[in-house]
């Protein structure tokens, strides 16, 4: 692997290790991690540094929705114009194109039922090359992004063996 | 009554890390770097193959040998990965490198051929020897040398009724690794004194400089090697018990017949699951490998800024420091920096007596709990510097 893909796989697992230690790790030179790691923030392949919360755990009160969106396709602008429509809302987290029975799969978070319904009937059916939506809302979530959310991951080896 | 158990048995000494097993054991909050295992769990999908391989009602005996397609895949790997050429009626799967381990100095050994065991090392192969009515002759190997076996060591060691050598590079404990070069130096010297060759490369997978090479892969050594390996370390498979032998026929039909007679067949869930291991393992294997290299990588930049003499392991995945410079035995500085900082690593002495003055410290561990121990150790060496 290059020393950009090391870096990647890295922070995309823990973006606050921190400069020295990932050099050490990598076996790398602490001013070419620095650098590389500019260069892919310019490139805007390092998107963000976000942190991964359990809000289960936390006394906020917060309901995520999976929507499925069926739209019309405009001529000369695909779904892109439609896209962008929908990902100004800053409510919405993140929209993707899907291959298969809809177009748009449109992840979103609000305080309660009825502020993410509200949304969908109120701005995202109204627009007006949406065809159709079905809203799924998320009862529990086990893994995301790779972590396991519902329990902790204990050690079960055997303390000393040879 | 008369004494139920053989003299020959009662003869051999507990493993060293049974008396520190118990006393970690009675401290729940203690941790540890004395693992001998990955910390992986076994990739999903050789996991997912053992369970399919029971939904399907694959619960009986295999062949002797084990699965005729998983020695195929076996052979297919080690010619792909070391250049080895075996064929699969050359493989004899076996529960773990152990069996193989027992069985490889049983089938070689006559009563009273002597054994050559370079230690620190790990700790079956002299009771194996003893076992099988063979002579263990060790050979202690320096520091110095990072470790590794000098064709000169072994010269010395040498006598009239020495049959087979014990190599087992990448090494437990001392992550020691043996290049080519210092393997052909070992090869000449066997082959010019006519010995045999029980090669435990059960770490292989974890070679951090350089491929692993295997002394069968040297001219004229095909014929006196004993390979061993296995699954445990690489695909993170230890509890499935699981890894094989190859050799030449001559060794192998007897070592058979034992297995056979002992054994029967090694357990045919893991070997199902092994097939996959192989097949479609070599990703999960190089993601392993990398993470242990990031730890290594880590603890020998620690060990450094701590000034603790360490020289760079290149294999398995253990470091092991020197701790002479306390003026203690590896028994007490582990005892004591268990009494006191709650972390429990393995005195080289278990390796054996040249293990003396050393610790294995094994980084089968996450790189977070790496980090807390390492503060503590830093901790306790400050400590006993101050107090010299």
Excluded at chain 2, 180 to 188: G, P, T, V, W, Y
Aim: with cysteine; hydrophobic share 40%.
């Amino acid at each position: 692997m290059q020393l950009r893909e090391q870096i990647l796989s890295i922070i995309e697992k823990n973006s606050r290790m921190d400069l020295k230690e990932l050099a050490v790790i990598l076996g790398a030179d602490e001013i070419a991690i620095v650098n590389e790691m500019a260069a892919m923030e310019a490139e805007g392949i390092i998107c963000g540094y976000h942190t991964l919360i359990d809000w289960e755990k936390t006394s906020v009160e917060k309901v995520s929705a999976l929507i499925e969106v069926r739209v019309t396709p405009q001529r000369g602008q695909g779904f892109d114009s439609i896209a962008e429509r929908i990902y100004k809302y800053p409510e919405v987290n993140s929209v993707y194109l899907i291959s298969g029975g809809y177009d748009l799969l449109v992840t979103l978070e609000g305080k309660s039922l009825k502020e993410v319904s509200q949304f969908v009937s109120d701005k995202l059916s109204t627009l007006d090359t949406i065809l159709s939506t079905a809203t799924h809302f998320i009862l529990k979530k086990y893994k995301d992004h790779g972590t396991v959310l519902a329990k902790k991951v204990e050690d079960m080896r055997e303390k000393i063996t040879p | 009554m008369r004494n139920p158990v053989a003299d020959k048995v009662v003869a051999i000494k507990p493993s060293g890390i049974r008396k520190f097993f118990d006393i970690v054991s009675e401290m729940p909050e203690a941790i540890s770097l004395g693992v001998g295992e990955p910390d992986f769990d076994t990739p999903w999908h050789i996991r997912d193959e053992g369970i399919f391989s029971l939904e399907k009602g694959r619960t009986f005996y295999t062949s002797n040998s084990g699965l005729k397609e998983l020695r195929q895949e076996i052979c297919n790997y080690l010619k792909r990965k070391q250049q080895l050429e075996y064929d699969s009626e050359d493989v004899l799967v076996t529960v773990g490198g152990s069996e193989a381990i027992d069985i490889g100095l049983r089938a070689m050994c006559n009563p009273g051929e002597e054994v050559l065991i370079p230690q620190p090392c790990y700790v079956s192969y002299e009771p194996c020897a003893i076992l099988a009515g063979a002579v263990p002759v060790t050979i202690n190997l320096k520091a110095e040398n990072e470790f590794r076996l000098t064709a000169q060591e072994l010269e010395d060691a040498i006598t009239d009724k020495t049959k087979v050598l014990i190599l087992a590079f990448p090494n437990n404990p001392t992550g020691a690794i043996m290049e080519k070069k210092d393997l052909e130096a070992i090869a000449d010297v066997i082959i010019r004194h006519d010995l045999y060759v029980l090669s435990d490369e059960i770490y292989a997978e974890l070679t951090y400089k350089g491929e692993h090479v295997s002394i069968a892969s040297l001219p004229g050594m095909y014929e006196r090697t004993v390979l061993i390996n296995g699954f445990s370390k690489a695909y993170a498979m230890t509890g499935w018990r699981l890894g094989y032998a190859c050799g030449p026929a001559v060794i192998l039909e007897q070592m058979r017949k034992i297995h056979q007679f002992a054994i029967m067949c090694a357990p045919t869930t893991s070997q199902y699951a092994a097939v996959e291991a192989l097949k479609n393992g070599d990703e999960d294997v190089a993601m392993m490998r990398e993470q242990y290299n990031q730890r290594r990588r880590y603890l020998i930049h620690a060990f450094k800024e701590m000034g603790l003499e360490c020289f760079e392991p290149y294999g398995a995945f253990y470091i092991f420091p020197c701790i002479k410079e306390f003026g203690m035995t590896s028994d007490e500085f582990a005892m004591r920096f268990l009494e006191e900082e709650k972390v429990a690593v393995v005195p080289g002495t278990a390796f054996g007596d040249c293990g003396e003055g050393f610790l294995r410290i094994s980084y089968a561990y996450s790189l977070e709990n790496l980090k807390i121990a390492i503060e503590r150790l830093n901790r306790f060496v400050n400590k006993l510097r101050s107090e010299k």
